[in-house]
């Protein structure tokens, strides 16, 4: 514990300008706009949003039972009780500042990221909330209630977001991706209970063909009750496959009429249980191995697009700052082209800070007053990218090479040189 509080203490300072912690607040006031982006982007804001959204979810869960509760007692002329209309401005409230306050750091990039649908969903939601309250209680507006339920789509954000969620948004995005084959298997499963109910319709026809006027006995009785429409049959049917009901009780109608029948309900029993349903099952496991496959190929393409966003980013600064389009940019034009604002909004897109630049450019040039795009590319591509281990074993690994190499020469030097001693007598 006191080896990981050190590391993270020696990663603030390393933050920390060489001036101290004064300039560093100096910095973070001089650029309000970067610790904006900062924030909305960060993990506290992300935190606090997903709290927002599993609160606001208790809350619908709350408010629907008491307006249901109030109902009953409206019905059974009780007391009810007052629904306080306060949590939903609060939430609305909250929500809507939220909203503006990624549009505003997000820019044209909210209309056109990769989050362009979450947030077109947000903002009709938000929308809809700001219409809800405007109509008042006193109108009943079902749509209203009805768009209500789609804010607990929000937590689908939350699982895609929050890394610790990772296997549970597989099995969400998994269930969604099995919405085509459950509907081809529902499609599937209906025309053979189609079949089968045209079927059990036909022997019953007959059978009642050959039954007397005005004979309404038990076995009568029982076709009319559970096989007389094709609807009847069908959710007969579906309830004996899928275990809403026994099947042995349902099919005691056609064992009356003949034993023949009911080995043809049996045999349906097992060509949908063992067969059918079985077959669904493995397009659902399927769904979610692709599911899982899809998630994966999806973080790497959301990493590669933001690596592609990052060079032409970096691209377009280096363009506008080389002047005579020489393919290189020098110091002079450097300076003189930080205060321009649109490479300041390209490299506030970068989170990188003027001085920053400047350093870069002094590791790049090497006293060649200029450097490359493609230096400059990747030199400005690396001090936007977290550190990691590896870098920081390499730096280790070549320290370790350049004192073996002076100690070589050390010794070199000493084995070649006469002593001291011996050279001034």
């Not at 597989?170 to 499609?187: E, Q, R």
């Not at 209906?190 to 089968?196: L, S």
């Not at 400005?380 to 977290?386: A, F």
């Amino acid at each position: 514990l006191r080896r990981r509080v050190c590391q993270r203490k020696a990663r603030f300072d390393a933050s920390l300008p060489p001036e101290g912690i004064r300039a560093f607040l100096k910095d973070k006031v001089r650029h309000p706009m970067r610790a904006f982006n900062n924030f909305v982007s960060g993990s506290l804001f992300l935190g606090i949003s997903a709290a927002a959204i599993l609160a606001n979810t208790v809350y619908l869960g709350l408010e629907s039972e008491l307006k249901m509760k109030n109902e009953f007692a409206r019905i059974h002329s009780s007391s009810s009780r007052t629904i306080s209309p306060v949590p939903e401005y609060v939430f609305t409230s909250f929500f809507g500042v939220e909203l503006l306050m990624r549009m505003l750091s997000l820019r044209t990039r909210f209309f056109t990221g990769g989050e362009l649908y979450w947030n077109l969903f947000d903002t009709l939601l938000i929308a809809s909330s700001l219409m809800e309250l405007s109509a008042g209680t006193s109108t009943n507006l079902s749509v209203w209630r009805i768009l209500r339920v789609f804010r607990l789509v929000r937590l689908l954000k939350i699982m895609r977001r929050v890394a610790i969620l990772e296997s549970l948004n597989t099995m969400v995005y998994g269930i969604i991706n099995c919405f085509a084959p459950l509907m081809w298997a529902s499609v599937i499963l209906f025309v053979i209970m189609y079949a089968f109910a045209v079927f059990f319709i036909s022997v019953i026809t007959s059978h009642l063909e050959g039954a007397e006027t005005g004979d309404t006995g038990g076995l009568i009785l029982d076709l009319e009750t559970y096989f007389g429409s094709v609807y009847r049959i069908i959710m007969l049917l579906f309830e004996g496959a899928t275990g809403g009901n026994d099947w042995g009780p349902l099919s005691l109608p056609l064992k009356d009429m003949s034993e023949m029948y009911y080995l043809v309900f049996g045999t349906y029993i097992v060509f949908v249980t063992l067969g059918v349903l079985n077959i669904v099952t493995g397009f659902f496991v399927d769904g979610t191995l692709q599911a899982s496959s899809d998630s994966r190929e999806q973080v790497l393409k959301d990493a590669l697009t933001r690596k592609a966003m990052l060079l032409s980013v970096i691209r377009d600064a280096f363009h506008i700052m080389d002047r005579n389009g020489d393919g290189q940019i020098t110091n002079e034009e450097l300076h003189l082209h930080l205060s321009d604002p649109t490479v300041l909004e390209c490299f506030l897109t970068l989170h990188i800070d003027t001085d920053e630049v400047k350093d870069v450019f002094r590791l790049l040039d090497r006293g060649k007053e200029s450097i490359s795009i493609d230096d400059f590319v990747n030199g400005v591509l690396r001090v936007t990218q977290p550190v990691k281990t590896l870098d920081i074993c390499m730096i280790l690994l070549q320290n370790k090479e350049i004192l073996e190499k002076v100690g070589f020469v050390a010794n070199l030097m000493e084995s070649r040189l006469p002593p001291s001693r011996d050279a001034c007598d």
